[in-house]
């Protein structure tokens, strides 16, 4: 009898320890979907003495967003800024103290001094009387060097390149094959420096995406990446959903909304004129409100979440508050639209970014 309960006992106790083993080895399941917050600002910010707040006591705002559920902090690079704010060293100290957090760093290299944008895409002063060879060796260099310093899990090749960047040279409806060059360029030094980060090419809007995105099937990359506010873009969350879909089956690429934001009021604080003001330039089922501004963004990670491609969104000038002040005119065009309200308090639209 004490040799059967001991054999007893002994399957159970290999039993309990298989279980044990089984439930130990399950696997992570990687949160893959990105729900970030562009806060290029934030060191400028900061500076200069403002403090964000969240439920009324004076919090670090990284720390806000991913106790929200925020999982990587957008932050712009320009080669050689006239005032080294968004410059190497800047961005650098700023992408150490994003990882230490725990978050994703998703880093915009614009390849110039200042914006680039669809309208403007001018080439660093240092790099102004290159030959095309010599630009292309620049881009090259300069790519390895942000690889090596920052090592970004996300990097886009550009901000807003709907027609290239370093113009005139790369500008895509006049130079098209020297465009591509120059992508390529930057693209082989990621992919040479990295097997992890994610590339990503940038479109705003959704007009001319699909000319845009022909036209650089044959690079290298991971991610588009689409602007989406509907003051610029359009009213129809239906067709902004369709393109996802289209372009990511067209070109087999995860789709991104890289840029969004919305306002929780049209009142302003400070004496920098906003850019939105008005109910004709916002979406008429989402009022400038508090939650108005939430279910905007929540809508847009549905879109997101239901479309066939899509792998996350990002909100633009989330840190943009009239730091500098109610009297200022040098202050924020944004404030309105950002993830803390003029108290410098935390909105409820960072409840958008949770896992679920």
């Known amino acids: 009898m004490k040799k059967l309960l001991f054999i007893l006992f002994s399957i159970s106790l290999?039993?309990?320890?298989?279980?044990?083993?089984?439930?130990?080895?399950?696997?992570?399941?990687?949160d893959e979907f990105i729900r970030g917050a562009d806060m290029s600002y934030l060191p400028l910010?900061?500076?200069?003495?403002t403090v964000y707040k969240h439920n009324g006591v004076n919090e670090d705002a990284i720390t806000t967003l991913k106790n929200a559920g925020c999982n990587a902090i957008r932050m712009r690079l320009w080669q050689n800024p006239s005032d080294a704010h968004c410059g190497m060293a800047e961005v650098k100290a700023f992408a150490l103290r994003v990882k230490a957090?725990?978050?994703?760093?998703?880093?915009?290299?614009?390849y110039s001094d200042t914006w680039a944008d669809p309208g403007n895409q001018t080439k660093p002063v240092a790099w102004q009387s290159m030959t095309f060879t010599n630009l292309k060796t620049a881009v090259t260099d300069y790519t390895n060097l942000v690889m090596t310093e920052i090592n970004p899990d996300i990097i886009q090749i550009g901000n807003e390149t709907n027609d290239g960047m370093l113009w005139p040279e790369g500008r895509l409806s006049t130079n098209e094959s020297?465009?591509?060059e120059l992508v390529s360029s930057a693209s082989s030094a990621i992919r040479s420096k990295s097997t992890t980060t994610k590339i990503m090419l940038h479109h705003a809007g959704i007009s001319g995406s699909d000319w845009y995105f022909s036209k650089v099937a044959n690079i290298d990359y991971d991610y588009i990446?689409?602007?989406y506010y509907p003051i610029w873009h359009g009213t129809s969350?239906?067709?902004?959903?369709?393109?996802?879909?289209?372009?990511?089956?067209?070109?087999?690429k995860k789709v991104i909304i890289a840029e969004t934001a919305y306002p929780f009021t049209f009142g302003y604080n400070d004496y920098t004129n906003n850019i939105i003001g008005l109910p004709s330039q916002i979406?008429?089922?989402?009022?400038?409100?508090e939650t108005g501004q939430k279910g905007f963004l929540s809508t847009i990670k549905n879109t997101v979440n239901q479309s066939t491609h899509g792998i996350g969104f990002c909100y633009?000038?989330?840190?943009w508050i009239a730091f500098r002040g109610p009297t200022s005119t040098n202050g924020s065009s944004w404030e309105n639209q950002a993830l803390w309200d003029f108290n410098n308090n935390s909105l409820p639209v960072m409840e958008v970014f949770n896992a679920n």
């Open 14 to 30: 290999f039993s309990c320890s298989s279980d044990s083993n089984s439930e130990q080895e399950l696997p992570v399941v990687e």
């Open 45 to 49: 910010i900061e500076s200069e003495g």
């Open 101 to 110: 957090a725990g978050l994703k760093v998703w880093l915009t290299v614009h």
């Open 178 to 180: 020297q465009y591509l």
């Open 225 to 227: 990446g689409l602007s």
């Open 237 to 252: 969350l239906v067709t902004l959903q369709n393109t996802m879909n289209t372009l990511g089956q067209l070109y087999d």
């Open 283 to 289: 979406l008429p089922a989402f009022p400038a409100t």
């Open 316 to 319: 633009w000038g989330s840190e």
